[in-house]
């Protein structure tokens, strides 16, 4: 079944007010989500761009029994989706794409689906989930610890969320569970936000959503423009909310130290008890500073950034591949421009360096980056052009590879074996079996490059 929705269109201004301009229409499974969201705040679309900005659009979403009939040997294209790492594989889930060439509407990806990429074998496959299935999605926050991928806030058909789910990766059927007993005073329904992970603990930071609530700390800063049509107000936020995973409790830090102002489509990457953040959009500007928070202490520092080091940006990533490095890729400037530069960011000396690559005819914003076993950074989806303009958006299902580390002498050993198989098939039962297996995957797929 398809649905049909009219709705505003606010020119795609996505991590300054909502994701892209798209606006999920209620699906038919999800009518009793009223009575289970009693967190969420009820609320009409919003649209928060200036008012010459604004056209009429329709949009359509897929049911999940429809979704059940799609099935490709790679991801739809998409942007504002999550991808997490659990041992050689990627998960990737939700966001939205372009519908067919010639409409105007927007299309939220099925929520049942994860997509699955072997980073050993370069092949994805998707798989069904079923059990409490959050709403199709887009600017979630998506993190995986011990196998397990938490899944926070996003933008659905009727705004901003603030439920969480947890979904096991490991189990060979995947269920969906939604974390309804928690205790504490839960952050505000928000998306385009950031998450650490440290001691067990959960730490998101920042975002895009409703007006605070009473007792939340932190800064909290209206943007004028939700307010057009009396609609909810919404705004940034620099709050730091804590979802405790043994105690399943929501909790504040007291910080200390000049933190960070209110921002959304930042980046957030943990090292050691180090919580970075870079850059993001605050009102009109991006930006391009850099602060860390240690989670012992709870203090902020700010660190600099060189004149010219990476230009302000927002719907970039930043993930760490080292214990002393960042990677930064892409990203969208204030003057509209994306972005395909890619940095390396020294933690121990406080210094930038250019990174280059065989991507730059490849810019990218609002994609996910994963870092991969064998020094690689696995960087997917996410739109080549400018998501704010009235052009169709190019939306990616491109997966790119950035080799930032020497490659491991296991890989490099594996990659003789089957560039030489011929000479050396004979000796392959000699190998461990889990390295012949791996060897006999990767031949398999050697053909279909996997994205």
Known sequence: MIALT??????RIAEMDDDGDLHDVRNEDDDDDDSEQEEEVDFQWDAQEHAEDFDWIEEVVLDNDTS???????????????????????????????AEEGAFFDLYLPKNEVWIYNMETGRWRMQLSKGDLPASMSGSCGVCVNGILYLFGGHHARGNTNL???????????????????????????????????????????????????GHQGIF???ENSLLGNHVGRGWNNHIHILNLETLTWSQPITKGNA??????????????RGYVFGGRYM??????????????????????????????????????SSDHIFLFGGFT????????????????????PFKHNHADSPRLWHTA???????????????????????AAHSNELLIFNVQPKSLLRSCMEVIVHHKQQLQSMWNCLPKHLLHSIKQWIDTTNTGGS
């Not at 204030?334 to 360096?353: A, F």
Request: with cysteine.
């Open 6 to 11: 009219l709705c505003l269109k606010n020119s």
């Open 68 to 98: 059940k009939s799609f099935h490709f040997d790679t991801p739809a294209e998409r942007s504002g989706h999550i991808a997490v790492v659990d041992g050689n594989c990627m998960y990737v889930w939700g966001g939205y794409k372009n």
């Open 164 to 214: 969480v789910y947890q979904l096991p990766l490991r189990a060979s059927v995947l269920v969906w569970e939604r974390m309804k007993d928690l205790n504490g005073l839960a952050p505000t329904c928000k998306d385009k936000l950031g998450c650490w992970v440290y001691k067990n603990k959960l730490v998101y930071f920042g975002g895009y959503g409703y007006v605070a609530q009473a």
């Open 221 to 223: 800063e209206l943007d």
């Open 260 to 273: 960070p102002t209110p921002r959304a489509a930042h980046a957030c990457c943990t090292v050691d008890n």
């Open 284 to 321: 009109d500007h991006r930006l391009n500073d850099l602060y860390y928070i240690n989670m012992d202490t709870w203090e902020w520092s700010e660190m600099s950034v060189p004149q010219h080091g990476p230009v302000g940006r927002s719907w970039h990533s930043f993930i760490p591949i």
């Open 334 to 353: 204030t003057n509209r421009e994306t972005l395909s530069d890619s940095w390396l960011y020294c933690v121990k000396t406080n210094e930038w360096r």
């Open 370 to 392: 994963c870092s991969g076993p064998d020094g690689q950074v696995f960087v997917f989806g996410g739109c080549a052009n400018n998501l704010l303009s009235h052009q169709r």
